[in-house]
């Protein structure tokens, strides 16, 4: 019994599918995942009050309407010593997204058009959270033309765009997911903040079909670090954003503790800047992995293909963002 026991729970963690088996072809995959041209339509889902690295991203994004028309914008739950609960972290983070966006001057142009996002995290791998940001993922994505998806910009755990999938899995045809999660398949775990706080909604993303850019965090955006030395000379004074960005950064590296000698990491800016007219990345086709609950991946070389970045610019990618934010 006790051989059994073991034996059903290795099974339960590793190899228990995460999503009812799609029918998207890999071709399609493949196709939908080449680096788009022009401008795009997105969408952002953000735990904007997680860290700093959040309110980095949606400037940039807001400052490159060039390249990025953003849509709408989701409130991530989180949980951590920020937040006592995921619906606090989601409340905390759809506030902090409102901060950003009066700095911006965006508060008109994004009226209406930032949603809060589940206030728990997905009980399992086939049971959404229904919430107002994953309504409108819905709506939004199933009124694309078949040959126009919608970018997902997802910097958070995946808990609201899981939810969407689950809820209508037709979506999948008709999005791109960007996300920011897990460390690289070469690094000794994934035991990453986004992937960890929900990992069955991990395990909905990678085994519903859906095209997914995967940003690793340990062994690859963890080169996108910056210092207090370098955000005052280049963000300091320059308009009130950057004041507020360069205040936050100091408080982040007080609140962890890190001593007069410290870098941040800027990770969510990554999945921005893949989608800038900019040879900022290296990627390579992987089949999609399945996220255990002990924090390990499992591979099976069959399963689908998503788009692994294995490589990231720093200097190429940070120049662009703080020239972008000190206009």
Not at 31 to 46: C, E, H
Not at 253 to 281: E, K, Y
Request: proline share 6%; glycine share 6%.
């Amino acid at each position: 019994m006790r051989y059994n026991s073991l034996l059903d729970e290795f099974l339960d963690i590793h190899y228990d599918h995460p999503a009812p088996a799609h029918d998207i072809e890999p071709a399609f995959i493949v196709d939908r995942l080449k680096k788009p041209t022009g401008k795009v339509a997105a969408v952002l889902d953000t735990d904007a009050y997680n860290e700093i690295d959040d309110q980095y991203a949606i400037a940039y994004i807001l400052r490159s309407p060039e390249v990025i028309d953003l849509q709408a914008i989701y409130a991530a739950p989180f949980q951590n010593k920020k937040a006592a609960t995921a619906a606090i972290g989601m409340e905390r983070s759809y506030q902090e997204t409102a901060t950003i966006l009066k700095l911006l001057g965006k508060e008109g142009q994004m009226a209406g058009k930032v949603f809060r996002g589940s206030d728990q995290f997905l009980a399992d791998a086939y049971t959404p959270v229904e919430s107002p940001a994953t309504r409108d993922l819905v709506a939004r994505a199933m009124a694309r033309p078949d040959g126009d998806p919608l970018y997902v910009i997802a910097i958070g755990a995946i808990t609201n765009v899981a939810s969407a999938l689950l809820m209508q899995p037709a979506i999948a045809r008709k999005i791109v997911v960007l996300w920011l999660g897990g460390h690289a398949l070469e690094w000794f775990n994934t035991k990453e903040f986004n992937m960890l706080q929900d990992v069955s909604a991990a395990r909905v993303l990678f085994g519903c079909g859906v095209p997914v850019v995967q940003f690793p965090c340990k062994g690859v955006v963890s080169a996108l670090t910056t210092t207090g030395p370098e955000v005052d000379y280049w963000l300091k004074g320059k308009n009130p954003l950057c004041d507020y960005l360069c205040d936050i950064t100091h408080q982040e590296a007080a609140f962890n503790r890190q001593g007069p000698f410290w870098s941040r990491t800027i990770w969510d800016v990554a999945p921005v800047a893949w989608l800038m007219d900019m040879d900022c990345t290296e990627t390579r086709f992987e089949p999609a992995p399945i996220p255990s609950y002990d924090g390990y991946y499992s591979i099976s070389r069959c399963n689908h293909p998503i788009l692994y970045v294995y490589s990231v610019n720093r200097d190429r990618i940070i120049g662009d963002l703080f020239t972008k934010l000190a206009r």
